[in-house]
């Protein structure tokens, strides 16, 4: 006996225009009937609580799955799996598509070459789904955007609840974090890290989805915006403070990725703050009543 509940959706083209969205969501336990071989036109990632089973690849390799693990679904790619019939599982599942899904992809969040992934917990991932789930009652009029909305933060739930990712974040990620507002070069992080500069680029593409160049400017033009919305420092010294000793650099660099130049965000963002800026996150809650 095995108990199953799943809902399946239908969006219109204007909510696919939103990049993501939810196509089905479903909650299953028990031993369930084996699926495949398949092969579908859209992504669903299936969530395994608690079990165990088998997933075999395309070329016939049989893996075994353990609780808790996520399986990744890929348009195209057969698929055949099942838990263990004397045991079952707990799973849960949802489908989606969209545009969004090759960006998804190319950051490292949806992982085709790995239909099993290995989770350090499923608690943060079938919290997502059951606020899915509840979405998707029959009379909620904000049914399709609600449930894309979620399907994003399905996403990175899965990817902070990977086994292979250190939980408090990526040791080589927060190094060079720290060391982000030096002069220094992607070649002398490396060097500091003692990495070849391949590795390093292959750690922080796993780590953070793009290149330690782009990591290092992400950071930098972040720290540069906050210094030119909440100081009356010069652009010149505001370029140093973040690693840039020619400020005409940094202005070109700062006007290419930002889409305006240093001096025109400040116009547009300079807030004058009675008492400075705070550099700890708030709490919504904690906040004063005024």
Not at 116 to 144: F, H, K, M, W, Y
Not at 203 to 224: E, F
């Amino acid at each position: 006996m095995y108990h199953t509940w799943m809902r399946f959706l239908t969006p219109g083209p204007v909510h696919h225009r939103l990049g993501l969205v939810c196509l089905g969501v479903g909650l299953q336990y028990g031993p369930l009937p084996t699926v495949g071989p398949r092969t579908l036109d859209s992504h669903v990632a299936v969530v395994i609580s608690s079990g165990t089973g088998w997933y075999e690849t395309p070329d016939g390799r049989r893996r075994t799955v353990t609780a808790p693990a996520l399986l990744w679904l890929t348009p195209g790619v057969p698929h055949h799996y099942a838990p263990d019939p004397g045991t079952g599982w707990d799973e849960g599942f949802v489908g989606f598509t969209g545009p969004a899904t090759t960006t998804y992809t190319e950051l490292g969040y949806i992982e085709p070459e790995r239909p099993v992934v290995a989770l350090s917990d499923a608690a943060g991932p079938r919290a997502v789904i059951a606020r899915i789930a509840r979405a998707a009652r029959r009379d909620n009029p904000l049914l399709e955007v609600e449930t894309g909305a979620a399907v994003h933060e399905l996403l990175v739930a899965l990817r902070r609840a990977r086994a292979d990712l250190a939980p408090d974040g990526d040791p080589v990620l927060k190094a060079l974090a720290r060391d982000a507002f030096k002069p220094m070069s992607v070649a002398d992080h490396a060097g500091r890290h003692g990495m070849t500069l391949a590795e390093l680029r292959t750690a922080v593409r796993r780590g953070a989805g793009c290149s330690p160049k782009d990591y290092l400017l992400g950071i930098r033009l972040d720290r540069a915006k906050e210094l030119l919305a909440a100081t009356e420092l010069p652009v010149a010294a505001i370029a140093r403070r973040v690693g840039y000793d020619d400020p005409a650099y940094f202005s070109r660099l700062f006007t290419r990725r930002v889409g305006m130049p240093p001096v025109r965000f400040r116009a547009q963002e300079a807030r004058a703050v009675p008492g400075g800026w705070s550099n700890q996150v708030p709490d919504p809650g904690d906040l004063p009543r005024i």
